[in-house]
């Protein structure tokens, strides 16, 4: 069985907790944050973001890259397709 990648997207966009649209629509609206900025940012407890932020690395929807003491979160290009989708779906 093999599924396009739109297919994919809205399968994953059904899987993913309702934080997630959140901490994406937050990273699309204000770019790259770190992870104390985008819990205030996408009304996100840090708990949870931890979370949602490995989902979404694992997806390969952000990337997570350390600088100094802080993890920068931002969207990857697959991210930007994964909000596209979304937008039009």
């Known amino acids: 069985m093999t599924k396009t990648l739109v297919e994919?997207?809205?399968g994953v966009r059904?899987?993913?907790p309702e934080e997630a649209e959140r901490v994406i629509r937050s990273?699309?609206?204000?770019g790259p944050m770190n992870k104390e900025e985008l819990s205030l940012t996408a009304k996100v407890k840090r708990a949870v973001l931890d979370h949602?932020?490995?989902q979404l690395?694992?997806?390969g929807l952000v990337d997570v890259a350390t600088e100094?003491?802080?993890k920068?979160?931002?969207l990857t290009k697959l991210?930007?397709?994964f909000l596209d989708l979304r937008n039009v779906g």
């Not at 990273?27 to 204000?30: K, S």
């Open 57 to 59: 690395y694992a997806l």
């Open 79 to 81: 991210g930007y397709d």
């Open 72 to 74: 920068m979160c931002s």
């Open 14 to 16: 059904n899987r993913l």
């Open 27 to 30: 990273l699309e609206d204000q």
């Open 8 to 10: 994919y997207f809205y």
């Open 52 to 54: 949602v932020v490995i």
């Open 68 to 70: 100094g003491k802080s």
